[in-house]
């Protein structure tokens, strides 16, 4: 699903320039849970842009699905951004004056997919959240866990190729932090493709495989046994 | 383009922080506000002015003899000579596209020596020998009667149109005029008509004081042969008389023997350029109220832009997470447009209606306390309204131009970044 092959990234700060990404080789297959793992500065957030196609590498081959990412217009990139992937961040990033349900009709929205239609999807997503009943609130109405699961949602309802998720239960307690792993994995347990960024180990340990990423370089890449998060919850 | 979720987030974004809002849209409503009454302010005066002109035809000139100035054909100069009626057929002959040609002769008394006397009552007026034609050049509106016709030239008939000036010195108030006899320099005429004139310039007392007799009589009654004092000649709408004018004064030239660059010696005087150099007065009168409505309608735009980038910079995020979900960056750049061109336009429309109201309520205090002078009925035609529109909308673009630009030089990444 997603290939990368000897990629480098720096960015420029004044006169000095920042080597973050030194040569990342790196591939996931469909319907893998991978957790993508390093303290602040390891270049993960980095990693994670730039499979997100929001950031371009310097040098190095990435191909999305079979379709090689490079050198995209602003006008491609939103295209495949909004076909291929799915995102979800530490702070939710929930649009604050839109309903909720209206949140996760924004990429349909975006698709192009009728009013309705649009309606009806994002509706579906929300109750597989389990968020059915708050359709029609405000993000500022909803606690933390809530949030994170609509924007879960929001980044389902496009029915992308990958999630990404930028720490998804770093501004959660663990209780709701588990609640929300419990979600992810059951998405993954339906065959979708999901990388999860995070510096915390249990969060890790509930993927199924876990990548360490360390100034700029893969130091470790293995396979685990996945904690299933329903337990805690 | 027009769906509803785009316009509820105008409508969102606009509401968000309604004083803000308010205090921008006023700059624009201020700035075409000013455009409409002053334009309609520029329309008032040159209805004023246009009404002085009343409906004289406009295209029209006069042309008078003079003494020629230059020797030619044997012929000395400082040599009078006068045009003949035998003139206007050549000239009619000769030159196209004139309307009318009427020659006339005048009798002048008024504040002369009296020349004209009904028993013991007399006037001293001005007496005109004219072709019927010359309502249509000099329009009057006859108010009892007739004016002179064709069998009065033909069977040269002494009858008389007399102004309203003339009646109310020579009868009593309630007098019966029709049918009346005057004596003009000890000759009898039949009062067959009266007229009054429609003018508020400073001549109007010497035109209602003036009296009409056809052209035949006049030069039998008053001895003047075949002698043309002058003429007034128009030309038809589609063809301007100060073109004309040159072939047919090259015309008179040639009849007469003058010198072919003898400027001198025939006068006349072209309605048509005089009229022209008002009308160039309004344009620039006009321009000038575009150019200061524009002016302040720029501030107001700058005003526009500047709360655009505001806006922009207050969504930032809001922009990244779009454009991370798959949102086209066309599709920003129309919302942030469309959002100012709404903006504008709404607040524009105001100062419109604002406006009209204004030009409405002096219309109505015009009316109220009676007609000023040189000012008459100042307002703003649909066109002109419409190209406010036009500019408005224009303006919108124009300031959302540069917002609707910053929002999608933001790259995504940097845009989600920012808290």
Redesign the interface.
């Known amino acids: 699903m997603i290939e990368i092959k000897d990629l480098h990234k720096s960015y420029k700060m004044g006169s000095n320039s920042l080597h973050v990404l030194k040569g990342i080789n790196f591939t996931v297959k469909a319907g893998e849970l991978v957790a993508i793992m390093g303290s602040s500065g390891s270049g993960k957030s980095t990693l994670l842009n730039i499979i997100g196609i929001l950031d371009g590498a310097d040098s190095g081959d990435y191909t999305l699905d079979g379709v090689p990412i490079e050198d995209l217009t602003e006008t491609k990139a939103a295209q495949y951004r909004n076909k291929f992937l799915g995102f979800v961040f530490q702070s939710f990033n929930l649009i604050n004056y839109k309903t909720a349900l209206e949140n996760v009709a924004l990429p349909l929205y975006y698709q192009k997919v009728g009013r309705k239609e649009r309606q009806k999807k994002a509706l579906n997503y929300l109750e597989k959240v389990g968020l059915k009943e708050w359709a029609t609130h405000l993000p500022s109405e909803l606690s933390g866990g809530q949030k994170q699961r609509v924007a879960i949602a929001r980044a389902m309802a496009a029915e992308p190729k990958v999630l990404l998720a930028d720490e998804p239960t770093g501004a959660l307690d663990s209780k709701t932090s588990y609640e929300v792993m419990a979600l992810i994995q059951q998405i993954n347990d339906e065959g979708n493709t999901i990388l999860v960024v995070t510096h915390e180990e249990d969060i890790a340990h509930m993927c199924k495989r876990i990548v360490h990423l360390k100034d700029g370089v893969i130091v470790e890449d293995k396979k685990v046994e996945q904690v299933r998060a329903e337990q805690y919850v | 383009m027009f769906?509803?979720?785009r316009w509820r987030e105008i409508l969102?974004v606009l509401t968000?922080n309604v004083w803000r809002t308010l205090f921008t849209a006023f700059g624009v409503c201020w700035g075409i506000f000013i455009l409409i009454v002053l334009l309609a302010a520029g329309k008032g005066l040159e209805n004023g002015i246009r009404a002085d002109f009343g409906d004289i035809a406009t295209n029209t000139m006069f042309m008078w003899t003079r003494s020629t100035t230059k020797a030619y054909e044997g012929l000395p100069k400082g040599r009078s000579f006068e045009f003949k009626i035998s003139d206007v057929q050549a000239i009619r002959d000769n030159v196209p596209n004139l309307r009318f040609i009427s020659p006339r002769n005048r009798l002048s008394g008024f504040r002369g020596g009296s020349n004209v006397v009904r028993g013991i009552r007399t006037g001293a007026y001005n007496i005109y020998g004219d072709y019927p034609e010359i309502i249509n050049q000099d329009p009057m509106s006859v108010t009892s009667g007739r004016f002179i016709n064709y069998n009065d030239i033909l069977e040269k008939r002494k009858v008389a149109v007399i102004g309203k000036g003339v009646k109310s010195d020579l009868y009593e108030k309630d007098e019966d005029v029709l049918g009346t006899y005057i004596k003009i320099q000890g000759v009898n005429f039949m009062v067959v008509g009266t007229y009054k004139k429609n003018s508020n310039d400073g001549d109007g007392e010497e035109e209602q004081k003036e009296v009409y007799v056809p052209f035949t009589s006049f030069s039998q009654a008053f001895n003047r042969g075949e002698d043309v004092g002058w003429m007034a000649i128009t030309a038809h709408d589609g063809s301007s008389i100060s073109v004309l004018k040159e072939k047919i004064i090259e015309v008179m030239r040639q009849r007469h023997k003058v010198h072919p660059e003898d400027n001198r010696a025939i006068g006349h005087f072209d309605l048509y350029e005089q009229f022209n150099r008002v009308e160039s007065l309004f344009g620039a009168l006009k321009g000038v109220a575009y150019i200061v409505g524009i002016m302040v309608l720029l501030s107001g735009i700058i005003g526009v832009s500047n709360i655009m980038l505001i806006v922009v910079k207050e969504r930032t995020?809001?922009i990244?997470?779009?454009?991370?979900?798959?949102?086209?960056?066309?599709?920003i750049k129309l919302q942030i447009l469309m959002e100012s061109i709404f903006l504008t336009i709404v607040s524009g429309m105001t100062g419109i209606i604002f406006g009209s109201l204004v030009i409405y309520g002096i219309n109505s205090l015009l009316d109220s306390v009676g007609p000023v002078d040189m000012f008459i009925n100042p307002s703003v035609s649909v066109g002109v309204v419409t190209g406010a529109l036009l500019i408005l909308m224009f303006s919108g673009l124009l300031a959302g131009f540069i917002p609707a630009n910053s929002a999608?030089r933001v790259?995504?990444?940097e845009a989600?970044r920012t808290?």
């Open positions: 769906n509803k979720d969102e968000s995020k809001e990244g997470i779009r454009r991370a979900l798959g949102e086209q960056p066309w599709s999608i790259r995504p990444i989600l808290e």
